[in-house]
């Protein structure tokens, strides 16, 4: 089982530019997670979607957006890359809203130069 | 504004000793998790409390959920080198799941 699967691994962009970090999961779960991770720190949700063609802000949205056509997938788009925006960052399923596990991809280490 | 407060942020300890981290938020919470993260990995779950003052053993692990449930606890009994991680409260207000501030955990030999 796959679970959930984030490309690319590594990114250095330069201010301004802009990228799409990928995101799919194939435990046909509703709800997906964007998390960015300053080192040492906790995981902050910058955009969360309960479903198919369904988002919304989460604790950092700015500079970020999101799309959800499928139930698989859950692109993030960073337009204008700034040097805060420097982390990694985390995509997360889960089955329900409920008390379920949340299941991560292994991260993108993005770097703005 | 960042609901869940973790305490210590830092600890660092000689192997068999016992330690105690704590997550606190002013916000009530239907249940609370704790999850372990590796360098270079996504976090992994490690545990849930659901219900006011449970507690939860997992090995030398004991969790337990506030009676208010507004904070929770993770108290490692002799701990081990494998236990040194990034240790992670959630919780879920709403639809949303957030996470703690985190407590980074070293444990030596």
């Known amino acids: 089982n796959a679970g959930v699967t984030q490309t690319p691994k590594f990114r250095i962009l330069k201010i301004g530019q802009s990228m799409t970090l990928q995101c799919t999961q194939d435990?046909?779960?509703?709800?997906m997670y964007w998390y960015r991770q300053d080192p040492g720190m906790g995981l902050k949700l910058i955009y969360y979607s309960v479903g198919a063609g369904i988002t919304d802000k989460g604790e950092v949205p700015n500079g970020y957006n999101v799309s959800r056509s499928t139930t698989e997938d859950f692109p993030l788009r960073l337009e204008l890359a700034a040097p805060s925006q420097t982390s990694v960052y985390f995509c997360?399923?889960?089955?329900?809203?409920?008390?379920?596990?949340?299941?991560f991809g292994q991260g993108t280490r993005l770097t703005v130069v | 504004t960042q609901l869940l407060e973790q305490s210590p942020q830092f600890l660092s300890i000689q192997e068999g000793e016992n330690l105690t981290v704590y997550c606190n938020s002013s916000s009530v919470f239907s249940s609370l998790q704790w999850y372990r993260q590796e360098p270079g990995e996504g976090p992994v779950l490690l545990v849930t409390?659901?219900?006011?003052?449970e507690v939860k053993k997992l090995k030398r692990l004991t969790f337990q959920f506030g009676d208010a449930r507004k904070d929770s606890s993770l108290h490692i009994t002799a701990a081990q080198p494998g236990d040194t991680g990034l240790y992670l409260c959630?919780?879920?207000?709403?639809?949303?799941?957030?996470f703690g501030t985190g407590t980074r955990l070293q444990v030596f030999p």
């Open positions: 997360a399923s889960t089955r329900t809203a409920g008390d379920t596990e949340a299941f």
């Open positions: 409390v659901v219900t006011g003052g």
């Open positions: 959630a919780g879920r207000p709403l639809y949303k799941l957030i």
């Open positions: 435990m046909n779960h509703n709800y």
